[in-house]
Every structure is written in C-alpha cells, then in structure tokens.
C-alpha cells in the first residue's frame, strides 16, 4: 500500500513540475544547457566598417533587448576575410527560444530604422551562415 501511495505521489509531483515548466514557458524537448549560435558574416564591398558599427552602436543592445546573449565578436587574422568577415557567436536559453528572440528582433521597429539608416547606400552585409551548437558535456562553458 506504500508503495502505490509513494507512486502516485511522484506522478503527481511530475505532473505538477511539468505543468510548471510550461506555465514559465519551458519546452520539454530544451537541452539543458544553453544553445549556441555561430554566426558568420561577410561584408558586401566598402562595407565592414559601417557594419561594425552597426554592430557595436545598435546590434548588440538591441539583440540583449530580444533575449540574445552576447558570448563574443571576432575577425580572422589573416586576409582577405580579415578584410570583410565577422564572426560571432550568441547564446539561447534553448532553439525554441532562439527561433522567438530573432523574430522579435527582425520586427522590432528600432531595429528596422537602424537597419533602414545603415543600409541608405546599399546593403552592408553580402552573407550570413549560422550554425547551433550544444556544448559537450565536459564544456567548461555551457
């Protein structure tokens, strides 16, 4: 009798864990670590310095806005992609998480006037590839 009773008493305690996951919006299917995402950006010509600023006047506080964790920004030492390829990388609470925060983003309507300003002459940026990434359990960042 016990132990139906300890039984029952874990499928409610589940239960009840569960409905609160999903009342603060939590997916089942999250990792338990955050998601990473690489980002690599290539410039269209003569754009690079005004898509660093972009970046650094706008981007950055308007992606943290979104739920976007700035985690690094880099540029290849060696030329050519010295010269017109940033890479960076962003963190999500999960990709669920990721797909909601760059909707956000893209209609947010202070990003669509920076993006609009910065882009009067042309396009600043030619491509961008992304790349998710899970970090392994022995990680040291997770």
Known sequence: MRKKHLKQGLVVLAAAAFGFLVAKGVEA??????????RTYVANEGKFEAMHARFRNHTLKLFE????QNVGYWVPQEAPASQNTMIYIVAHKSREAAKVSWNNFRNDPEWRKVQQASEADGRLVARIEAVYLDPTDYSPMK
Do not use: L
């Not at 806005?65 to 976007?68: E, L, P």
């Open 29 to 38: 299917t999250e990792s338990r670590y955050r998601v990473f995402e690489m």
């Open 65 to 68: 806005k979104h739920g976007i």
